[in-house]
């Protein structure tokens, strides 16, 4: 879980996150997100997750989430998405995020990400752990060297942590930008995503700037031109 202040008033913010397709400019911005759209009268929110940024779009996971607004009051914004099956195996995959005004100018946030491991997803993360993923940590600092240094914690929790993280980068990302240009909007976004994971290099860097825009501009275009 997340906790954050976002320098945005809250009437921005509720009012960028209470549809299905609003989501749809978060979540793209996460390198292995391949596409996105909203459908059902914006009840449900399809997600294409590969499992290398570099994968083509056929070649993504393709996941229904239902998507629901159980709050969006005057000082309260409560949003929920939820998924049976979710990306690369996982099951009982939700986000939900709640959003209240902190003052005139600025909104606390609470971003929650979960997710279930079962069977062949369980011994996929566990050989993840094992090879590529063995010497990546997460946030929470579990203890301290002798010298004083973190010590991050690892395993499961550490990659929940960097997906949540990516989450409210995404998020704040987007938030941040919504007062651009309509025509600067998409790559001040993108790159103030990639700067957000560059802040935490231990955990979240992957790609560089340049390879990460080559990848996200067509994903994100795509998604454009579907809704015109």
Same mark, same amino acid.
């Given at each position: 879980?997340? +906790?954050? @202040?976002? $320098?945005?008033?809250?009437?921005?913010?509720?009012? /960028? #996150?209470?549809?299905?397709?609003?989501?749809?400019?978060?979540?793209?911005?996460?390198?292995?997100?391949?596409?996105?759209?909203?459908?059902?009268?914006?009840?449900?929110?399809?997600?294409?997750?590969?499992?290398?940024?570099?994968?083509?779009?056929?070649?993504?996971?393709?996941?229904?989430?239902? +998507?629901? @607004?159980? $709050?969006?009051?005057?000082?309260?914004?409560?949003? /929920? #998405?939820?998924?049976?099956?979710?990306?690369?195996?996982?099951?009982d995959y939700r986000i939900r995020l709640e959003a209240t005004p902190l003052d005139a100018t600025r909104t606390f946030l609470h971003l929650a990400y979960s997710y279930t491991l079962r069977g062949a997803a369980r011994v996929g993360m566990s050989m993840y752990l094992a090879t590529s993923g063995r010497d990546k940590v997460g946030f929470s600092v579990v203890e301290r060297t002798p010298k004083g240094r973190p010590v991050y914690v690892g395993g499961v929790r550490g990659v929940v942590e960097r997906n949540t993280m990516r989450y409210y980068l995404a998020l704040d990302a987007y938030l941040g930008t919504l007062q651009a240009a309509a025509a600067e909007r998409l790559e001040r976004r993108l790159r103030a995503f990639h700067a957000g994971l560059e802040r935490y290099p231990r955990q979240l860097h992957e790609l560089a700037l340049a390879e990460y825009l080559e990848i996200k501009r067509p994903d994100a275009l795509r998604i454009l031109q579907a809704r015109q």
């Amino acid at each position: 879980m997340i +906790y954050a @202040v976002i $320098a945005q008033p809250f009437e921005r913010v509720g009012a /960028a #996150l209470r549809r299905a397709a609003q989501w749809c400019d978060v979540l793209i911005l996460q390198a292995n997100v391949k596409d996105c759209e909203a459908s059902g009268g914006g009840e449900i929110l399809a997600l294409s997750v590969a499992r290398e940024p570099t994968d083509a779009p056929e070649r993504a996971y393709r996941t229904e989430f239902s +998507y629901d @607004v159980p $709050a969006a009051g005057a000082d309260y914004l409560q949003v /929920a #998405l939820h998924a049976p099956e979710g990306p690369l195996g996982t099951t009982d995959y939700r986000i939900r995020l709640e959003a209240t005004p902190l003052d005139a100018t600025r909104t606390f946030l609470h971003l929650a990400y979960s997710y279930t491991l079962r069977g062949a997803a369980r011994v996929g993360m566990s050989m993840y752990l094992a090879t590529s993923g063995r010497d990546k940590v997460g946030f929470s600092v579990v203890e301290r060297t002798p010298k004083g240094r973190p010590v991050y914690v690892g395993g499961v929790r550490g990659v929940v942590e960097r997906n949540t993280m990516r989450y409210y980068l995404a998020l704040d990302a987007y938030l941040g930008t919504l007062q651009a240009a309509a025509a600067e909007r998409l790559e001040r976004r993108l790159r103030a995503f990639h700067a957000g994971l560059e802040r935490y290099p231990r955990q979240l860097h992957e790609l560089a700037l340049a390879e990460y825009l080559e990848i996200k501009r067509p994903d994100a275009l795509r998604i454009l031109q579907a809704r015109q």
